[in-house]
């Protein structure tokens, strides 16, 4: 009897071992195919790198936290750091209690994480309830799924400031986003002050300007608004007295330096810095596979893994990099930094 049972053990653990193994090896390979896709969704949670004032500032137990959240919402995980900082100094106000009634981590009225069709001053069953929530259509999330929305729960806080930041305006309209959650320019620029000291990189926000779904008769839209000014078209020019030429992969613009510059087409930014010859330099990749690259900008108006829309103002043309003259060198390419083809007829110029 004894050797028969040592034979059942010893067969059921070359049946399991070789199931634990695969199993391991397929979740892996899940694993390693999720985080390839995370890459190519261009989600712009993770991607924005911290400053060394950040790192100095933020808990470190907090950033696994936003990122997550701002994946999950398209919003960037510095900017909800910059609202938790605002808020309650990163959860260590001493009530976490506002005189207004406002509650938890990152300041909801009750009303608000609930939704204002309940009336005021829900009890804390209510506005806890994520079938509430549904029903009176708020902001509080149950993100760590304890069947609870609790805005003194920092998972569930954070998660539901990146969802009302999405909902009213998200990284495309940010300063009416963050006016949205406390009505006050004060307030947002505050909010914006922490965001970029947080952030890595040289970046100002931008406001307006822009031209909603962009002009032009061509496939890709004017980056500039008109009057459009080309001073320098795309192709070998020959500038020297000698007569060696350059190569020009792009068409320059005309302005000043408070001319905005606009995306040529909807798409995700790639590159969002300042590179040797072109100084301030932003890169969009479109749906279609191709790029734009907008150089010389004074201050650049996004950061990389935004999605943006044709017309809308991604900075301000500037004379940074090699350039002797305000002006924007525009581009467009087939890859990345390569493949320069003539802008002019793609703009229907
Ligand atoms: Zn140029």
Redesign the pocket.
């Known amino acids: 009897m004894k050797w028969l049972k040592r034979r059942f053990w010893l067969w059921l653990g070359g049946v399991i071992a070789p199931v634990i193994m695969w199993a391991i090896i397929l979740l892996s390979v899940i694993s390693v195919a999720m985080s390839l896709n995370n890459q190519n969704s261009s989600d712009m949670g993770g991607d924005i790198e911290i400053s060394e004032l950040g790192e100095k500032d933020i808990p470190a137990q907090y950033i696994p936290i936003y990122k997550e959240a701002g994946k999950k919402y398209d919003i960037a995980w510095t900017l909800i750091a910059a609202f938790h900082k605002v808020e309650t100094n990163f959860g260590t106000h001493p009530s976490m209690v506002s005189s207004a009634g406002a509650l938890g981590h990152f300041q909801f009225l009750p009303e608000t994480w609930l939704g204002w069709g309940y009336g005021a001053s829900p009890p804390k069953s209510v506005y806890e309830n994520p079938a509430m929530i549904k029903k009176y259509g708020g902001y509080g999330v149950d993100a760590d799924g304890n069947g609870k929305a609790d805005p003194f729960n920092i998972k569930d806080s954070a998660f539901s400031n990146a969802n009302y930041v999405s909902a009213s305006g998200g990284m495309n309209n940010l300063r009416k986003a963050i006016f949205a959650y406390n009505h006050a320019d004060w307030y947002v620029d505050k909010v914006l002050g922490y965001y970029n000291a947080y952030s890595k990189g040289d970046y100002r926000p931008v406001n307006g300007g822009g031209v909603s779904g962009g002009h032009g008769k061509g496939k890709y839209k004017y980056p500039i608004p008109e009057p459009i000014v080309v001073t320098?078209p795309y192709g070998y020019r020959d500038w020297s007295i000698a007569g060696g030429g350059e190569f020009?992969n792009?068409?320059?613009f005309a302005g000043n330096s408070s001319t905005p510059i606009l995306a040529t087409m909807d798409g995700t930014v790639v590159h969002a810095s300042m590179i040797a010859s072109y100084g301030n330099c932003t890169v969009i990749q479109h749906p279609n596979g191709k790029y734009s690259l907008y150089?010389h900008q004074s201050s650049i108006g996004v950061r990389v893994g935004q999605k943006v829309k044709v017309g809308q103002q991604i900075g301000v043309m500037g004379t940074t990099g090699d350039s002797t003259g305000v002006?924007l060198?525009f581009c467009i390419t087939d890859g990345l930094f390569t493949g320069y083809q003539d802008p002019k007829p793609l703009l229907g110029l």
């Open positions: 320098s020009h792009g068409i320059d150089a002006h060198h």
